[in-house]
């Protein structure tokens, strides 16, 4: 069964204070990684895509890589704008459409 | 401003009454989605459409329909609420139902079913 799991539920972090957040995925054929972010009260805002093993992407205090397993945001010296709820989702192709899996997401306050 | 709208953000409803939540895009995409997002669950998709007059089932569309009539716009109606289906729920766009395009969403409706 195709299934995504984020990790850890919940964190808490001071300012400055790197971390990573993790996404664990099991799909019958991987065909993107997609991270958002949630704010309270707001719809998801999309920040990365990626589509293979090895591959990073990085946006101001976020970087994103992905293995053939799990995919991981790092969050370097993050502020208390950087509180959110970051949710991973991935795509596969069942049913006859593209499909987007979503995790339940992990909820990060940055504190300072 | 570019984007999606819904409407109403929120909506207290009793059970066994219609209702429909709008969902309107002018970003000109193709495809559009509706997902309903419950605490400690992740967002699952209801209904899609790949393109205007053509729409599918997702993961949960027992008791929602849609339609898709133009680009622009993308109805979900329930046509009996519920109380499960007690929600958030999100409108969201695509260039194309393909791999290749993230899913920009809208902000939201909160429904309560009575």
């Known amino acids: 069964e195709d299934q995504v799991t984020q990790s850890p539920e919940a964190l808490r972090l001071q300012e400055g204070e790197s971390s990573s957040l993790n996404c664990s995925y099991t799909v019958s054929g991987l065909r993107g990684l997609f991270w958002y972010r949630q704010d309270p009260g707001k719809g998801p805002e999309f920040l990365f895509t990626l589509y293979s093993a090895g591959e990073e992407k990085e946006k101001e205090r976020l970087k994103a890589t992905l293995t053939k397993k799990e995919s991981f945001l790092h969050i370097t010296a993050p502020k208390p704008e950087d509180s959110a709820t970051y949710l991973c989702a991935v795509q596969t192709f069942s049913g006859g459409y593209n499909k987007l899996i979503f995790g339940a997401g992990t909820r990060l306050a940055v504190h300072p | 401003i570019a984007g999606i709208t819904q409407a109403p953000t929120s909506q207290i409803l009793a059970a066994g009454r219609r209702m429909t939540l709008r969902c309107t895009q002018d970003?000109?995409?193709?495809?559009m989605y509706w997902y309903r997002q419950d605490l400690g669950l992740g967002l699952r998709l209801i209904h899609y459409?790949?393109?205007?007059?053509?729409?599918g089932k997702g993961e949960v569309p027992d008791g929602y329909s849609v339609s898709r009539a133009n680009t622009d716009d993308f109805p979900l109606t329930l046509a009996s609420a519920v109380p499960s289906q007690t929600s958030v729920y999100f409108c969201a766009s695509s260039e194309w139902q393909s791999s290749y395009n993230e899913q920009f969403f809208g902000p939201g409706t909160r429904l309560t079913v009575l």
């Open positions: 970003m000109r995409h193709n495809a």
């Open positions: 459409s790949n393109t205007a007059g053509t729409t």
